[in-house]
């Protein structure tokens, strides 16, 4: 069993960044990889990037790439979420999600899920 809390939401300036994090409890935190995803009201949730447990391999969504950064701290049991050039409609919650041998765009590929943090963006 895993458990997810987000933290580092808030709201910023267009232009600004913000870099969010997600504590995993736990055993076996190196072993999973991890997903964030976004879901702005109205939408379906959307997948922002996602870690490998294994080599840090990282994959992003078009609309992030360029902008945002996924890493991950294994000691820390923590994965962050680094947005720069934030823009208005980045605003969503922020999921981070935990996968065994996954960390792709599918949301039924996470086991876990985190209960979101909001990120507001103002023009």
């Known amino acids: 069993q895993v458990q997810l809390v987000e933290s580092g939401g808030g709201l910023v300036q267009a232009g600004g960044s913000l870099r969010l994090s997600c504590a995993a409890s736990g055993r076996s935190f190196s072993t999973y990889g991890m997903g964030w995803f976004r879901q702005a009201p109205g939408k379906e949730r959307e997948f922002v990037g996602g870690i490998s447990w294994s080599d840090g391999s990282t994959a992003y969504a078009d609309s992030v790439k360029g902008r945002f950064t996924i890493s991950r701290d294994n000691a820390k049991n923590t994965v962050y979420l680094q947005m720069n050039r934030l823009k208005p409609e980045d605003t969503a919650v922020y999921y981070c999600?935990?996968?065994?041998?996954?960390?792709?765009?599918?949301?039924?590929?996470?086991?876990?899920w985190g209960q979101g943090t909001q990120v507001t963006v103002s023009s």
């Open positions: 999600a935990a996968a065994r041998n996954y960390y792709g765009s599918l949301r039924i590929g996470y086991n876990y």
